[in-house]
């Protein structure tokens, strides 16, 4: 699977160093492991088409710069059991994926499969993985000691399913579109108490983001992916949030930009 859009993760909270160009490519001999997932399915995402959606974007970039001294490790993906609050069906993880990653990090990290995705973190991390009944996925590793609650470093990996509202809301922080969605067609009760996030944008439904945890001093990387997808009804437009985040003390930003990278692949071609 070839990498198809540079991570821009900002560089502003010190001498961060990011990964221009490494590339993800799966194994897809079988052997990684089966594990069952919810039998329901998503819309397929579409082009943007609602005149909240073409309406002027942002072009704000963060620098990058190149980092030349990498190495290539093929991972075996461990799968990790995946808990479902619906009707349960089988899919097939991938034996391996081959990453590129910074020197130091070549033989530190792992491939843990579950809910559906396949998350690089750091060796010896472990995490819980669920799918709900509407649909919604969740991954959360955590490293040995830690917990999947919010306070220690962490990656999350989270989906919204079936719920119209929920996946509005969930999306608003991020997306100045869905947020004027929903003020214009009168639904701004599902974004009540919405911050907005700041973000750096690829595209109009693909933004990352960097922040500092005022709680914890962690330092916070994201991308967030919010296609449009065609309402079965044809009536409603909807939209199909996924979002993934690192959160690791300061100075493992490189280690960040290399699993968001192989996140949001699957975001997109998933």
């Known amino acids: 699977m070839k990498h198809k859009s540079m991570i821009r993760l900002v560089g502003g909270l010190g001498a961060l160093a990011l990964l221009s160009g ?20 998503s819309p397929s995402s579409s082009s943007p088409s609602s005149p909240v959606a073409s309406s002027p974007v942002a072009t704000t970039s963060s620098p990058h710069r190149r980092v030349s001294t990498t190495s290539t490790v093929t991972l075996p993906v461990t ?26 990090y070549a033989s530190q990290i792992q491939a843990i499969g579950g809910a559906n995705f396949v998350v ?3 060796k010896g991390w472990q995490g819980t993985a669920s799918e709900g009944a509407d649909g919604s996925r969740s991954v959360i590793l955590y490293p040995p000691g830690g917990s999947p609650q919010p306070g220690g470093p962490r990656i999350l990996v989270q989906t919204a399913g079936g719920c119209i509202g929920c996946a509005w809301s969930a999306a608003a922080p991020y997306f100045s579109w ?7 067609y009168q639904e701004s009760t599902m974004i009540q108490g919405v911050t907005p996030v700041e973000t750096y944008h690829q595209s109009s439904i693909l933004h990352d983001y960097q922040f500092v945890s005022t709680r914890t001093g962690l330092h916070v990387n994201g991308v967030a992916y919010a296609p449009f997808i065609q309402n079965p009804t044809g009536q409603n437009l909807q939209t199909l949030f996924r979002n993934a985040q690192t959160i690791f003390p300061a ?3 490189a280690l960040a930009t290399v699993i968001l990278n192989n996140l949001e692949q699957q975001f997109q071609n998933n």
Request: hydrophobic share 25%; charged share 5%.
């Open 251 to 253: 100075g493992q930003h």
């Open 79 to 104: 799968v990790i059991p995946t808990s479902f609050g619906g009707s349960q069906s089988y899919f097939q993880y991938p034996a391996s994926i081959t990453v590129s990653v910074p020197k130091q």
């Open 22 to 41: 490494c590339g993800v490519t799966i194994n897809t001999a079988q052997g990684g492991g089966t594990q069952t997932t919810s039998s329901s399915s």
């Open 178 to 184: 869905v947020r004027q969605y929903a003020n214009q």
């Open 120 to 122: 690089i973190s750091p």
